[in-house]
């Protein structure tokens, strides 16, 4: 669905796969996930992107800190986001959820939005 100037409304076919969290030692663990595909039938749009955290759980809370590494590309647009994310994880009735605060600082590409405080509220299935 187009949502701004230059968008297109179009079907698109993708592969989305991720993983996590996963322990990486008893306090750090890692999370991410990556999708690509092309959109449009006769004008087609490759694309892809993904997100890869590392975070540390806050004691014996849901909240859990640390970083991430997120980033996409498609025909002449690309960019690299990097910086720090605090997500509060939550159980669904059939399956768990978080809500992420970061700031993407942008170190590649130059799409809009530019550097800037992201929110996601995403769930497990």
């Known amino acids: 669905m187009a949502l701004g ?17 996963t322990a990486l030692t008893s306090d ?11 959109v449009g039938l006769h ?5 892809i992107d993904g997100k890869l955290s590392v ?3 806050v004691g014996k809370t849901p909240i859990h800190i640390g970083g ?4 996409g590309a ?3 647009l690309n960019r690299l986001d990097i910086g720090p994310e605090l997500q509060w994880r939550f159980p669904l009735p059939n399956a768990n ?6 700031w993407r600082e942008r170190i590649a ?9 992201a929110v996601t509220l995403a769930a497990d299935f």
């Open 5 to 21: 100037k230059g968008g297109r409304n179009a079907n698109a076919v993708l592969i989305v796969g991720g993983f996590g969290p």
């Open 55 to 57: 975070l540390s759980p």
């Open 74 to 76: 498609q025909p002449d």
């Open 68 to 71: 991430s590494l997120s980033g």
């Open 97 to 102: 959820a978080r809500l992420a605060v970061e």
């Open 43 to 47: 004008s087609r749009d490759m694309f």
């Open 28 to 38: 750090i663990e890692t999370e991410g996930y990556t999708q690509m595909g092309v």
């Open 109 to 117: 590409g130059g799409t809009f939005p530019p550097s800037g405080l």
